[in-house]
């Protein structure tokens, strides 16, 4: 321990402080600590505060105002970490962007945010240059190429000293943007207390100065985030992929005795599918977290027998509101559900008509917490839609998704409501259905969608992806669901396919394979 740590734990008590300051009083207190590594290279604490006064000199020097937005949409990279965090010392928010997204969709969200600069690299510049005229940014270049101005040509000088910044908590910390597989993306505003609260409840998780955290997803992802701001804001060391690959990540984890992680649940699949698992030395690993995706109790029971450490899943959403969180090492009973609600979250169920169901019955999740979004950027519309109030007006978030409390007090997930399918006024939950195409031996991946139906308005539809070297007839593998599966619940079609469509973040992308299969098929 260092002589200013009593210092730091003192702010980490405040009701409100920032995550600029901190890293100035880490970089203070421990100057050579790693706090970035990618690709070989590290940035110590002392030279990411000076970078990250750099970037809040260049924008206040460029009239960059607090309050107002910048836009990231790259690749993972220390320069990319650099700049979301000098723009926060300098009260701008930042909306980080998937370089996955269209020309024209990118273009729509920054001209949303209002962001007055765009940072970017070569091959989103690329994919921008048919629309390099109607940017409504100005494009700074994080790797130097000629997508804009080069990166190290836009920082301010080396020593440059930013203005001042009184920050408060109500100011927006960043806006992320929803996937956009249901519509048009929404701009998920979420202020500097929300994040505040995510750092003082990362101590509680062992996040820390001798913490060092692997990341591999991307930075513009919120699943990311949750955990890379609380190990740089606690004093530990951020290793990160910029794309993920089992055997580089398990190669990683070795060499930086890394000691937590925030992966989806496609990537653990991955991992512990690897055969060379067992030779890789994960004995410094504390605790794994998970979230985002549905994760099968099979693959956390794997994860629990041969990987060390705990295994954390949370679930929540982006907009904030309540998070459950199941820690598997503790409970492995419950390896089935999400978990309780976090301590100071309030989680209850509703049904269609906005009114609260009874224990033990199925409704729609709302949550609320400390940790909420201000609300969707320019919709306030869409902000009221995703609200819930109580009979005492306690604003709660809706996820969208149903699920049942049991006896314990865990919660146990269906399947999103919009996902549900009526097919002849029944109701069918397709995780019902995967749970039972997952028992055969020859299948690696289920997913179910519903597809219109001309006698039933909607029917259950399986799109499967085989183990490898397995042999899987699709109408034999149909009949022998069907036999194990409820009248109403049957599948009209399966459809092997090599793998299933998935967002950056591991989501599976039910919209895709409805669409793909509607537009070649119909179902009587």
């Given amino acids: 321990m260092t002589a200013a740590a009593p210092h730091i734990d003192a702010v980490l008590e405040e009701r409100f402080n920032t995550i600029a300051h901190l890293i100035r009083l880490h970089a203070a207190a421990r100057p050579q600590q790693p706090a970035l590594i990618q690709d070989g290279t590290t940035l110590t604490y002392a030279a990411l505060d000076a970078l990250m006064d750099r970037v809040a000199a260049a924008l206040q020097r460029d009239g960059v105002q607090p309050g107002e937005t910048v836009a990231v949409c790259a690749t993972t990279s220390i320069a990319y970490a ?48 048919p629309l390099r005229d109607a940017l409504p940014a100005a494009p700074i270049a994080l790797d130097g190429s000629a997508g804009g101005r080069a990166f190290g040509d836009w920082l301010a000088a080396p020593g440059a000293m930013p203005r001042p910044v009184a920050i408060r908590p109500e100011w927006p910390f960043n806006i992320i943007y929803s996937s956009g597989t249901t519509g048009a993306p929404k701009g998920i ?47 530990g060391t951020v290793v990160s992929m910029a794309k993920f690959d089992a055997g580089a990540y398990l190669a990683l984890a070795e060499k930086h005795r890394v000691t937590h992680t925030m992966l989806v649940p496609v990537q653990y699949q991955r991992i512990m599918a690897r055969e060379d698992f067992g030779r890789y030395d994960l004995s410094a690993f504390r605790m794994k977290f998970c979230t985002s995706a549905p994760f099968s109790a099979a693959l956390k029971a794997d ?36 978990g309780k609600p976090a301590p100071g979250h309030d989680i209850r169920l509703i049904d269609e008509r906005g009114q609260e169901v009874p224990p033990g019955a199925l ?25 819930w109030y109580d009979a005492d007006g306690k604003r709660f978030i809706r996820t969208g998704d149903i699920g049942r409390f049991d006896a314990d007090g865990f919660l146990t997930l269906m399947d999103r409501k919009k996902d549900m399918i009526i097919s002849g006024g029944f109701n ?27 006698r039933w308005g909607e029917t259950p539809v399986a799109f499967v992806v085989p183990k490898p070297g397995a042999a899987i007839d699709a109408e034999q593998l149909r009949d022998w669901a069907n036999q194990r599966l409820g009248k109403t619940q049957r599948l009209a079609a399966i459809e092997l396919i090599p793998a299933l469509p998935r967002s950056a973040i591991g989501k599976v992308l039910k919209r895709e394979l409805r669409d793909r299969f509607s537009s070649v098929n119909q179902v009587a």
């Avoid at 969200?109 to 510049?125: E, K, N, P, S, T």
């Avoid at 060092?212 to 990311?224: F, G, M, Q």
């Avoid at 729609?364 to 609200?387: C, F, L, R």
């Fill in 428 to 454: 069918i939950y397709p995780s019902d259905l995967e749970a039972v195409l997952l028992q055969h031996p020859a299948v690696a991946e289920a997913a179910v969608a519903g597809v219109p139906s001309a």
């Fill in 82 to 129: 650099a700049v979301f965090l000098g723009s926060l010392r300098a009260g701008v928010a930042v909306a980080p962007l998937a370089p996955s997204s269209s020309a024209h969709s990118l273009c729509d969200m920054i001209r949303d945010a209002g962001a007055r600069l765009l940072f970017l690299d070569q091959a989103v510049a690329q994919a921008l240059e």
């Fill in 189 to 235: 505003v979420q202020p500097h207390s929300m994040r505040w609260i995510h750092v003082q409840r990362g101590r509680l998780n062992g996040y820390g100065p001798q913490a060092v955290t692997l990341i591999a997803t991307p930075l513009y992802s919120n699943t990311t985030l949750v955990s890379f701001f609380p190990t740089i804001a606690l004093g």
């Fill in 303 to 338: 994860i629990l027998r041969r990987w060390p450490g705990g295994l954390i899943e949370y679930y929540g959403m982006t907009e904030g509101g309540g998070t459950c969180m199941l820690a598997a090492h503790e409970h492995p009973d419950k390896l089935h559900t999400v």
């Fill in 363 to 387: 409704g729609e999740v709302v949550g609320h917490s400390p940790a909420m979004m201000a609300g969707y950027h320019n919709q306030p519309e869409k902000t009221a839609e995703a609200e």
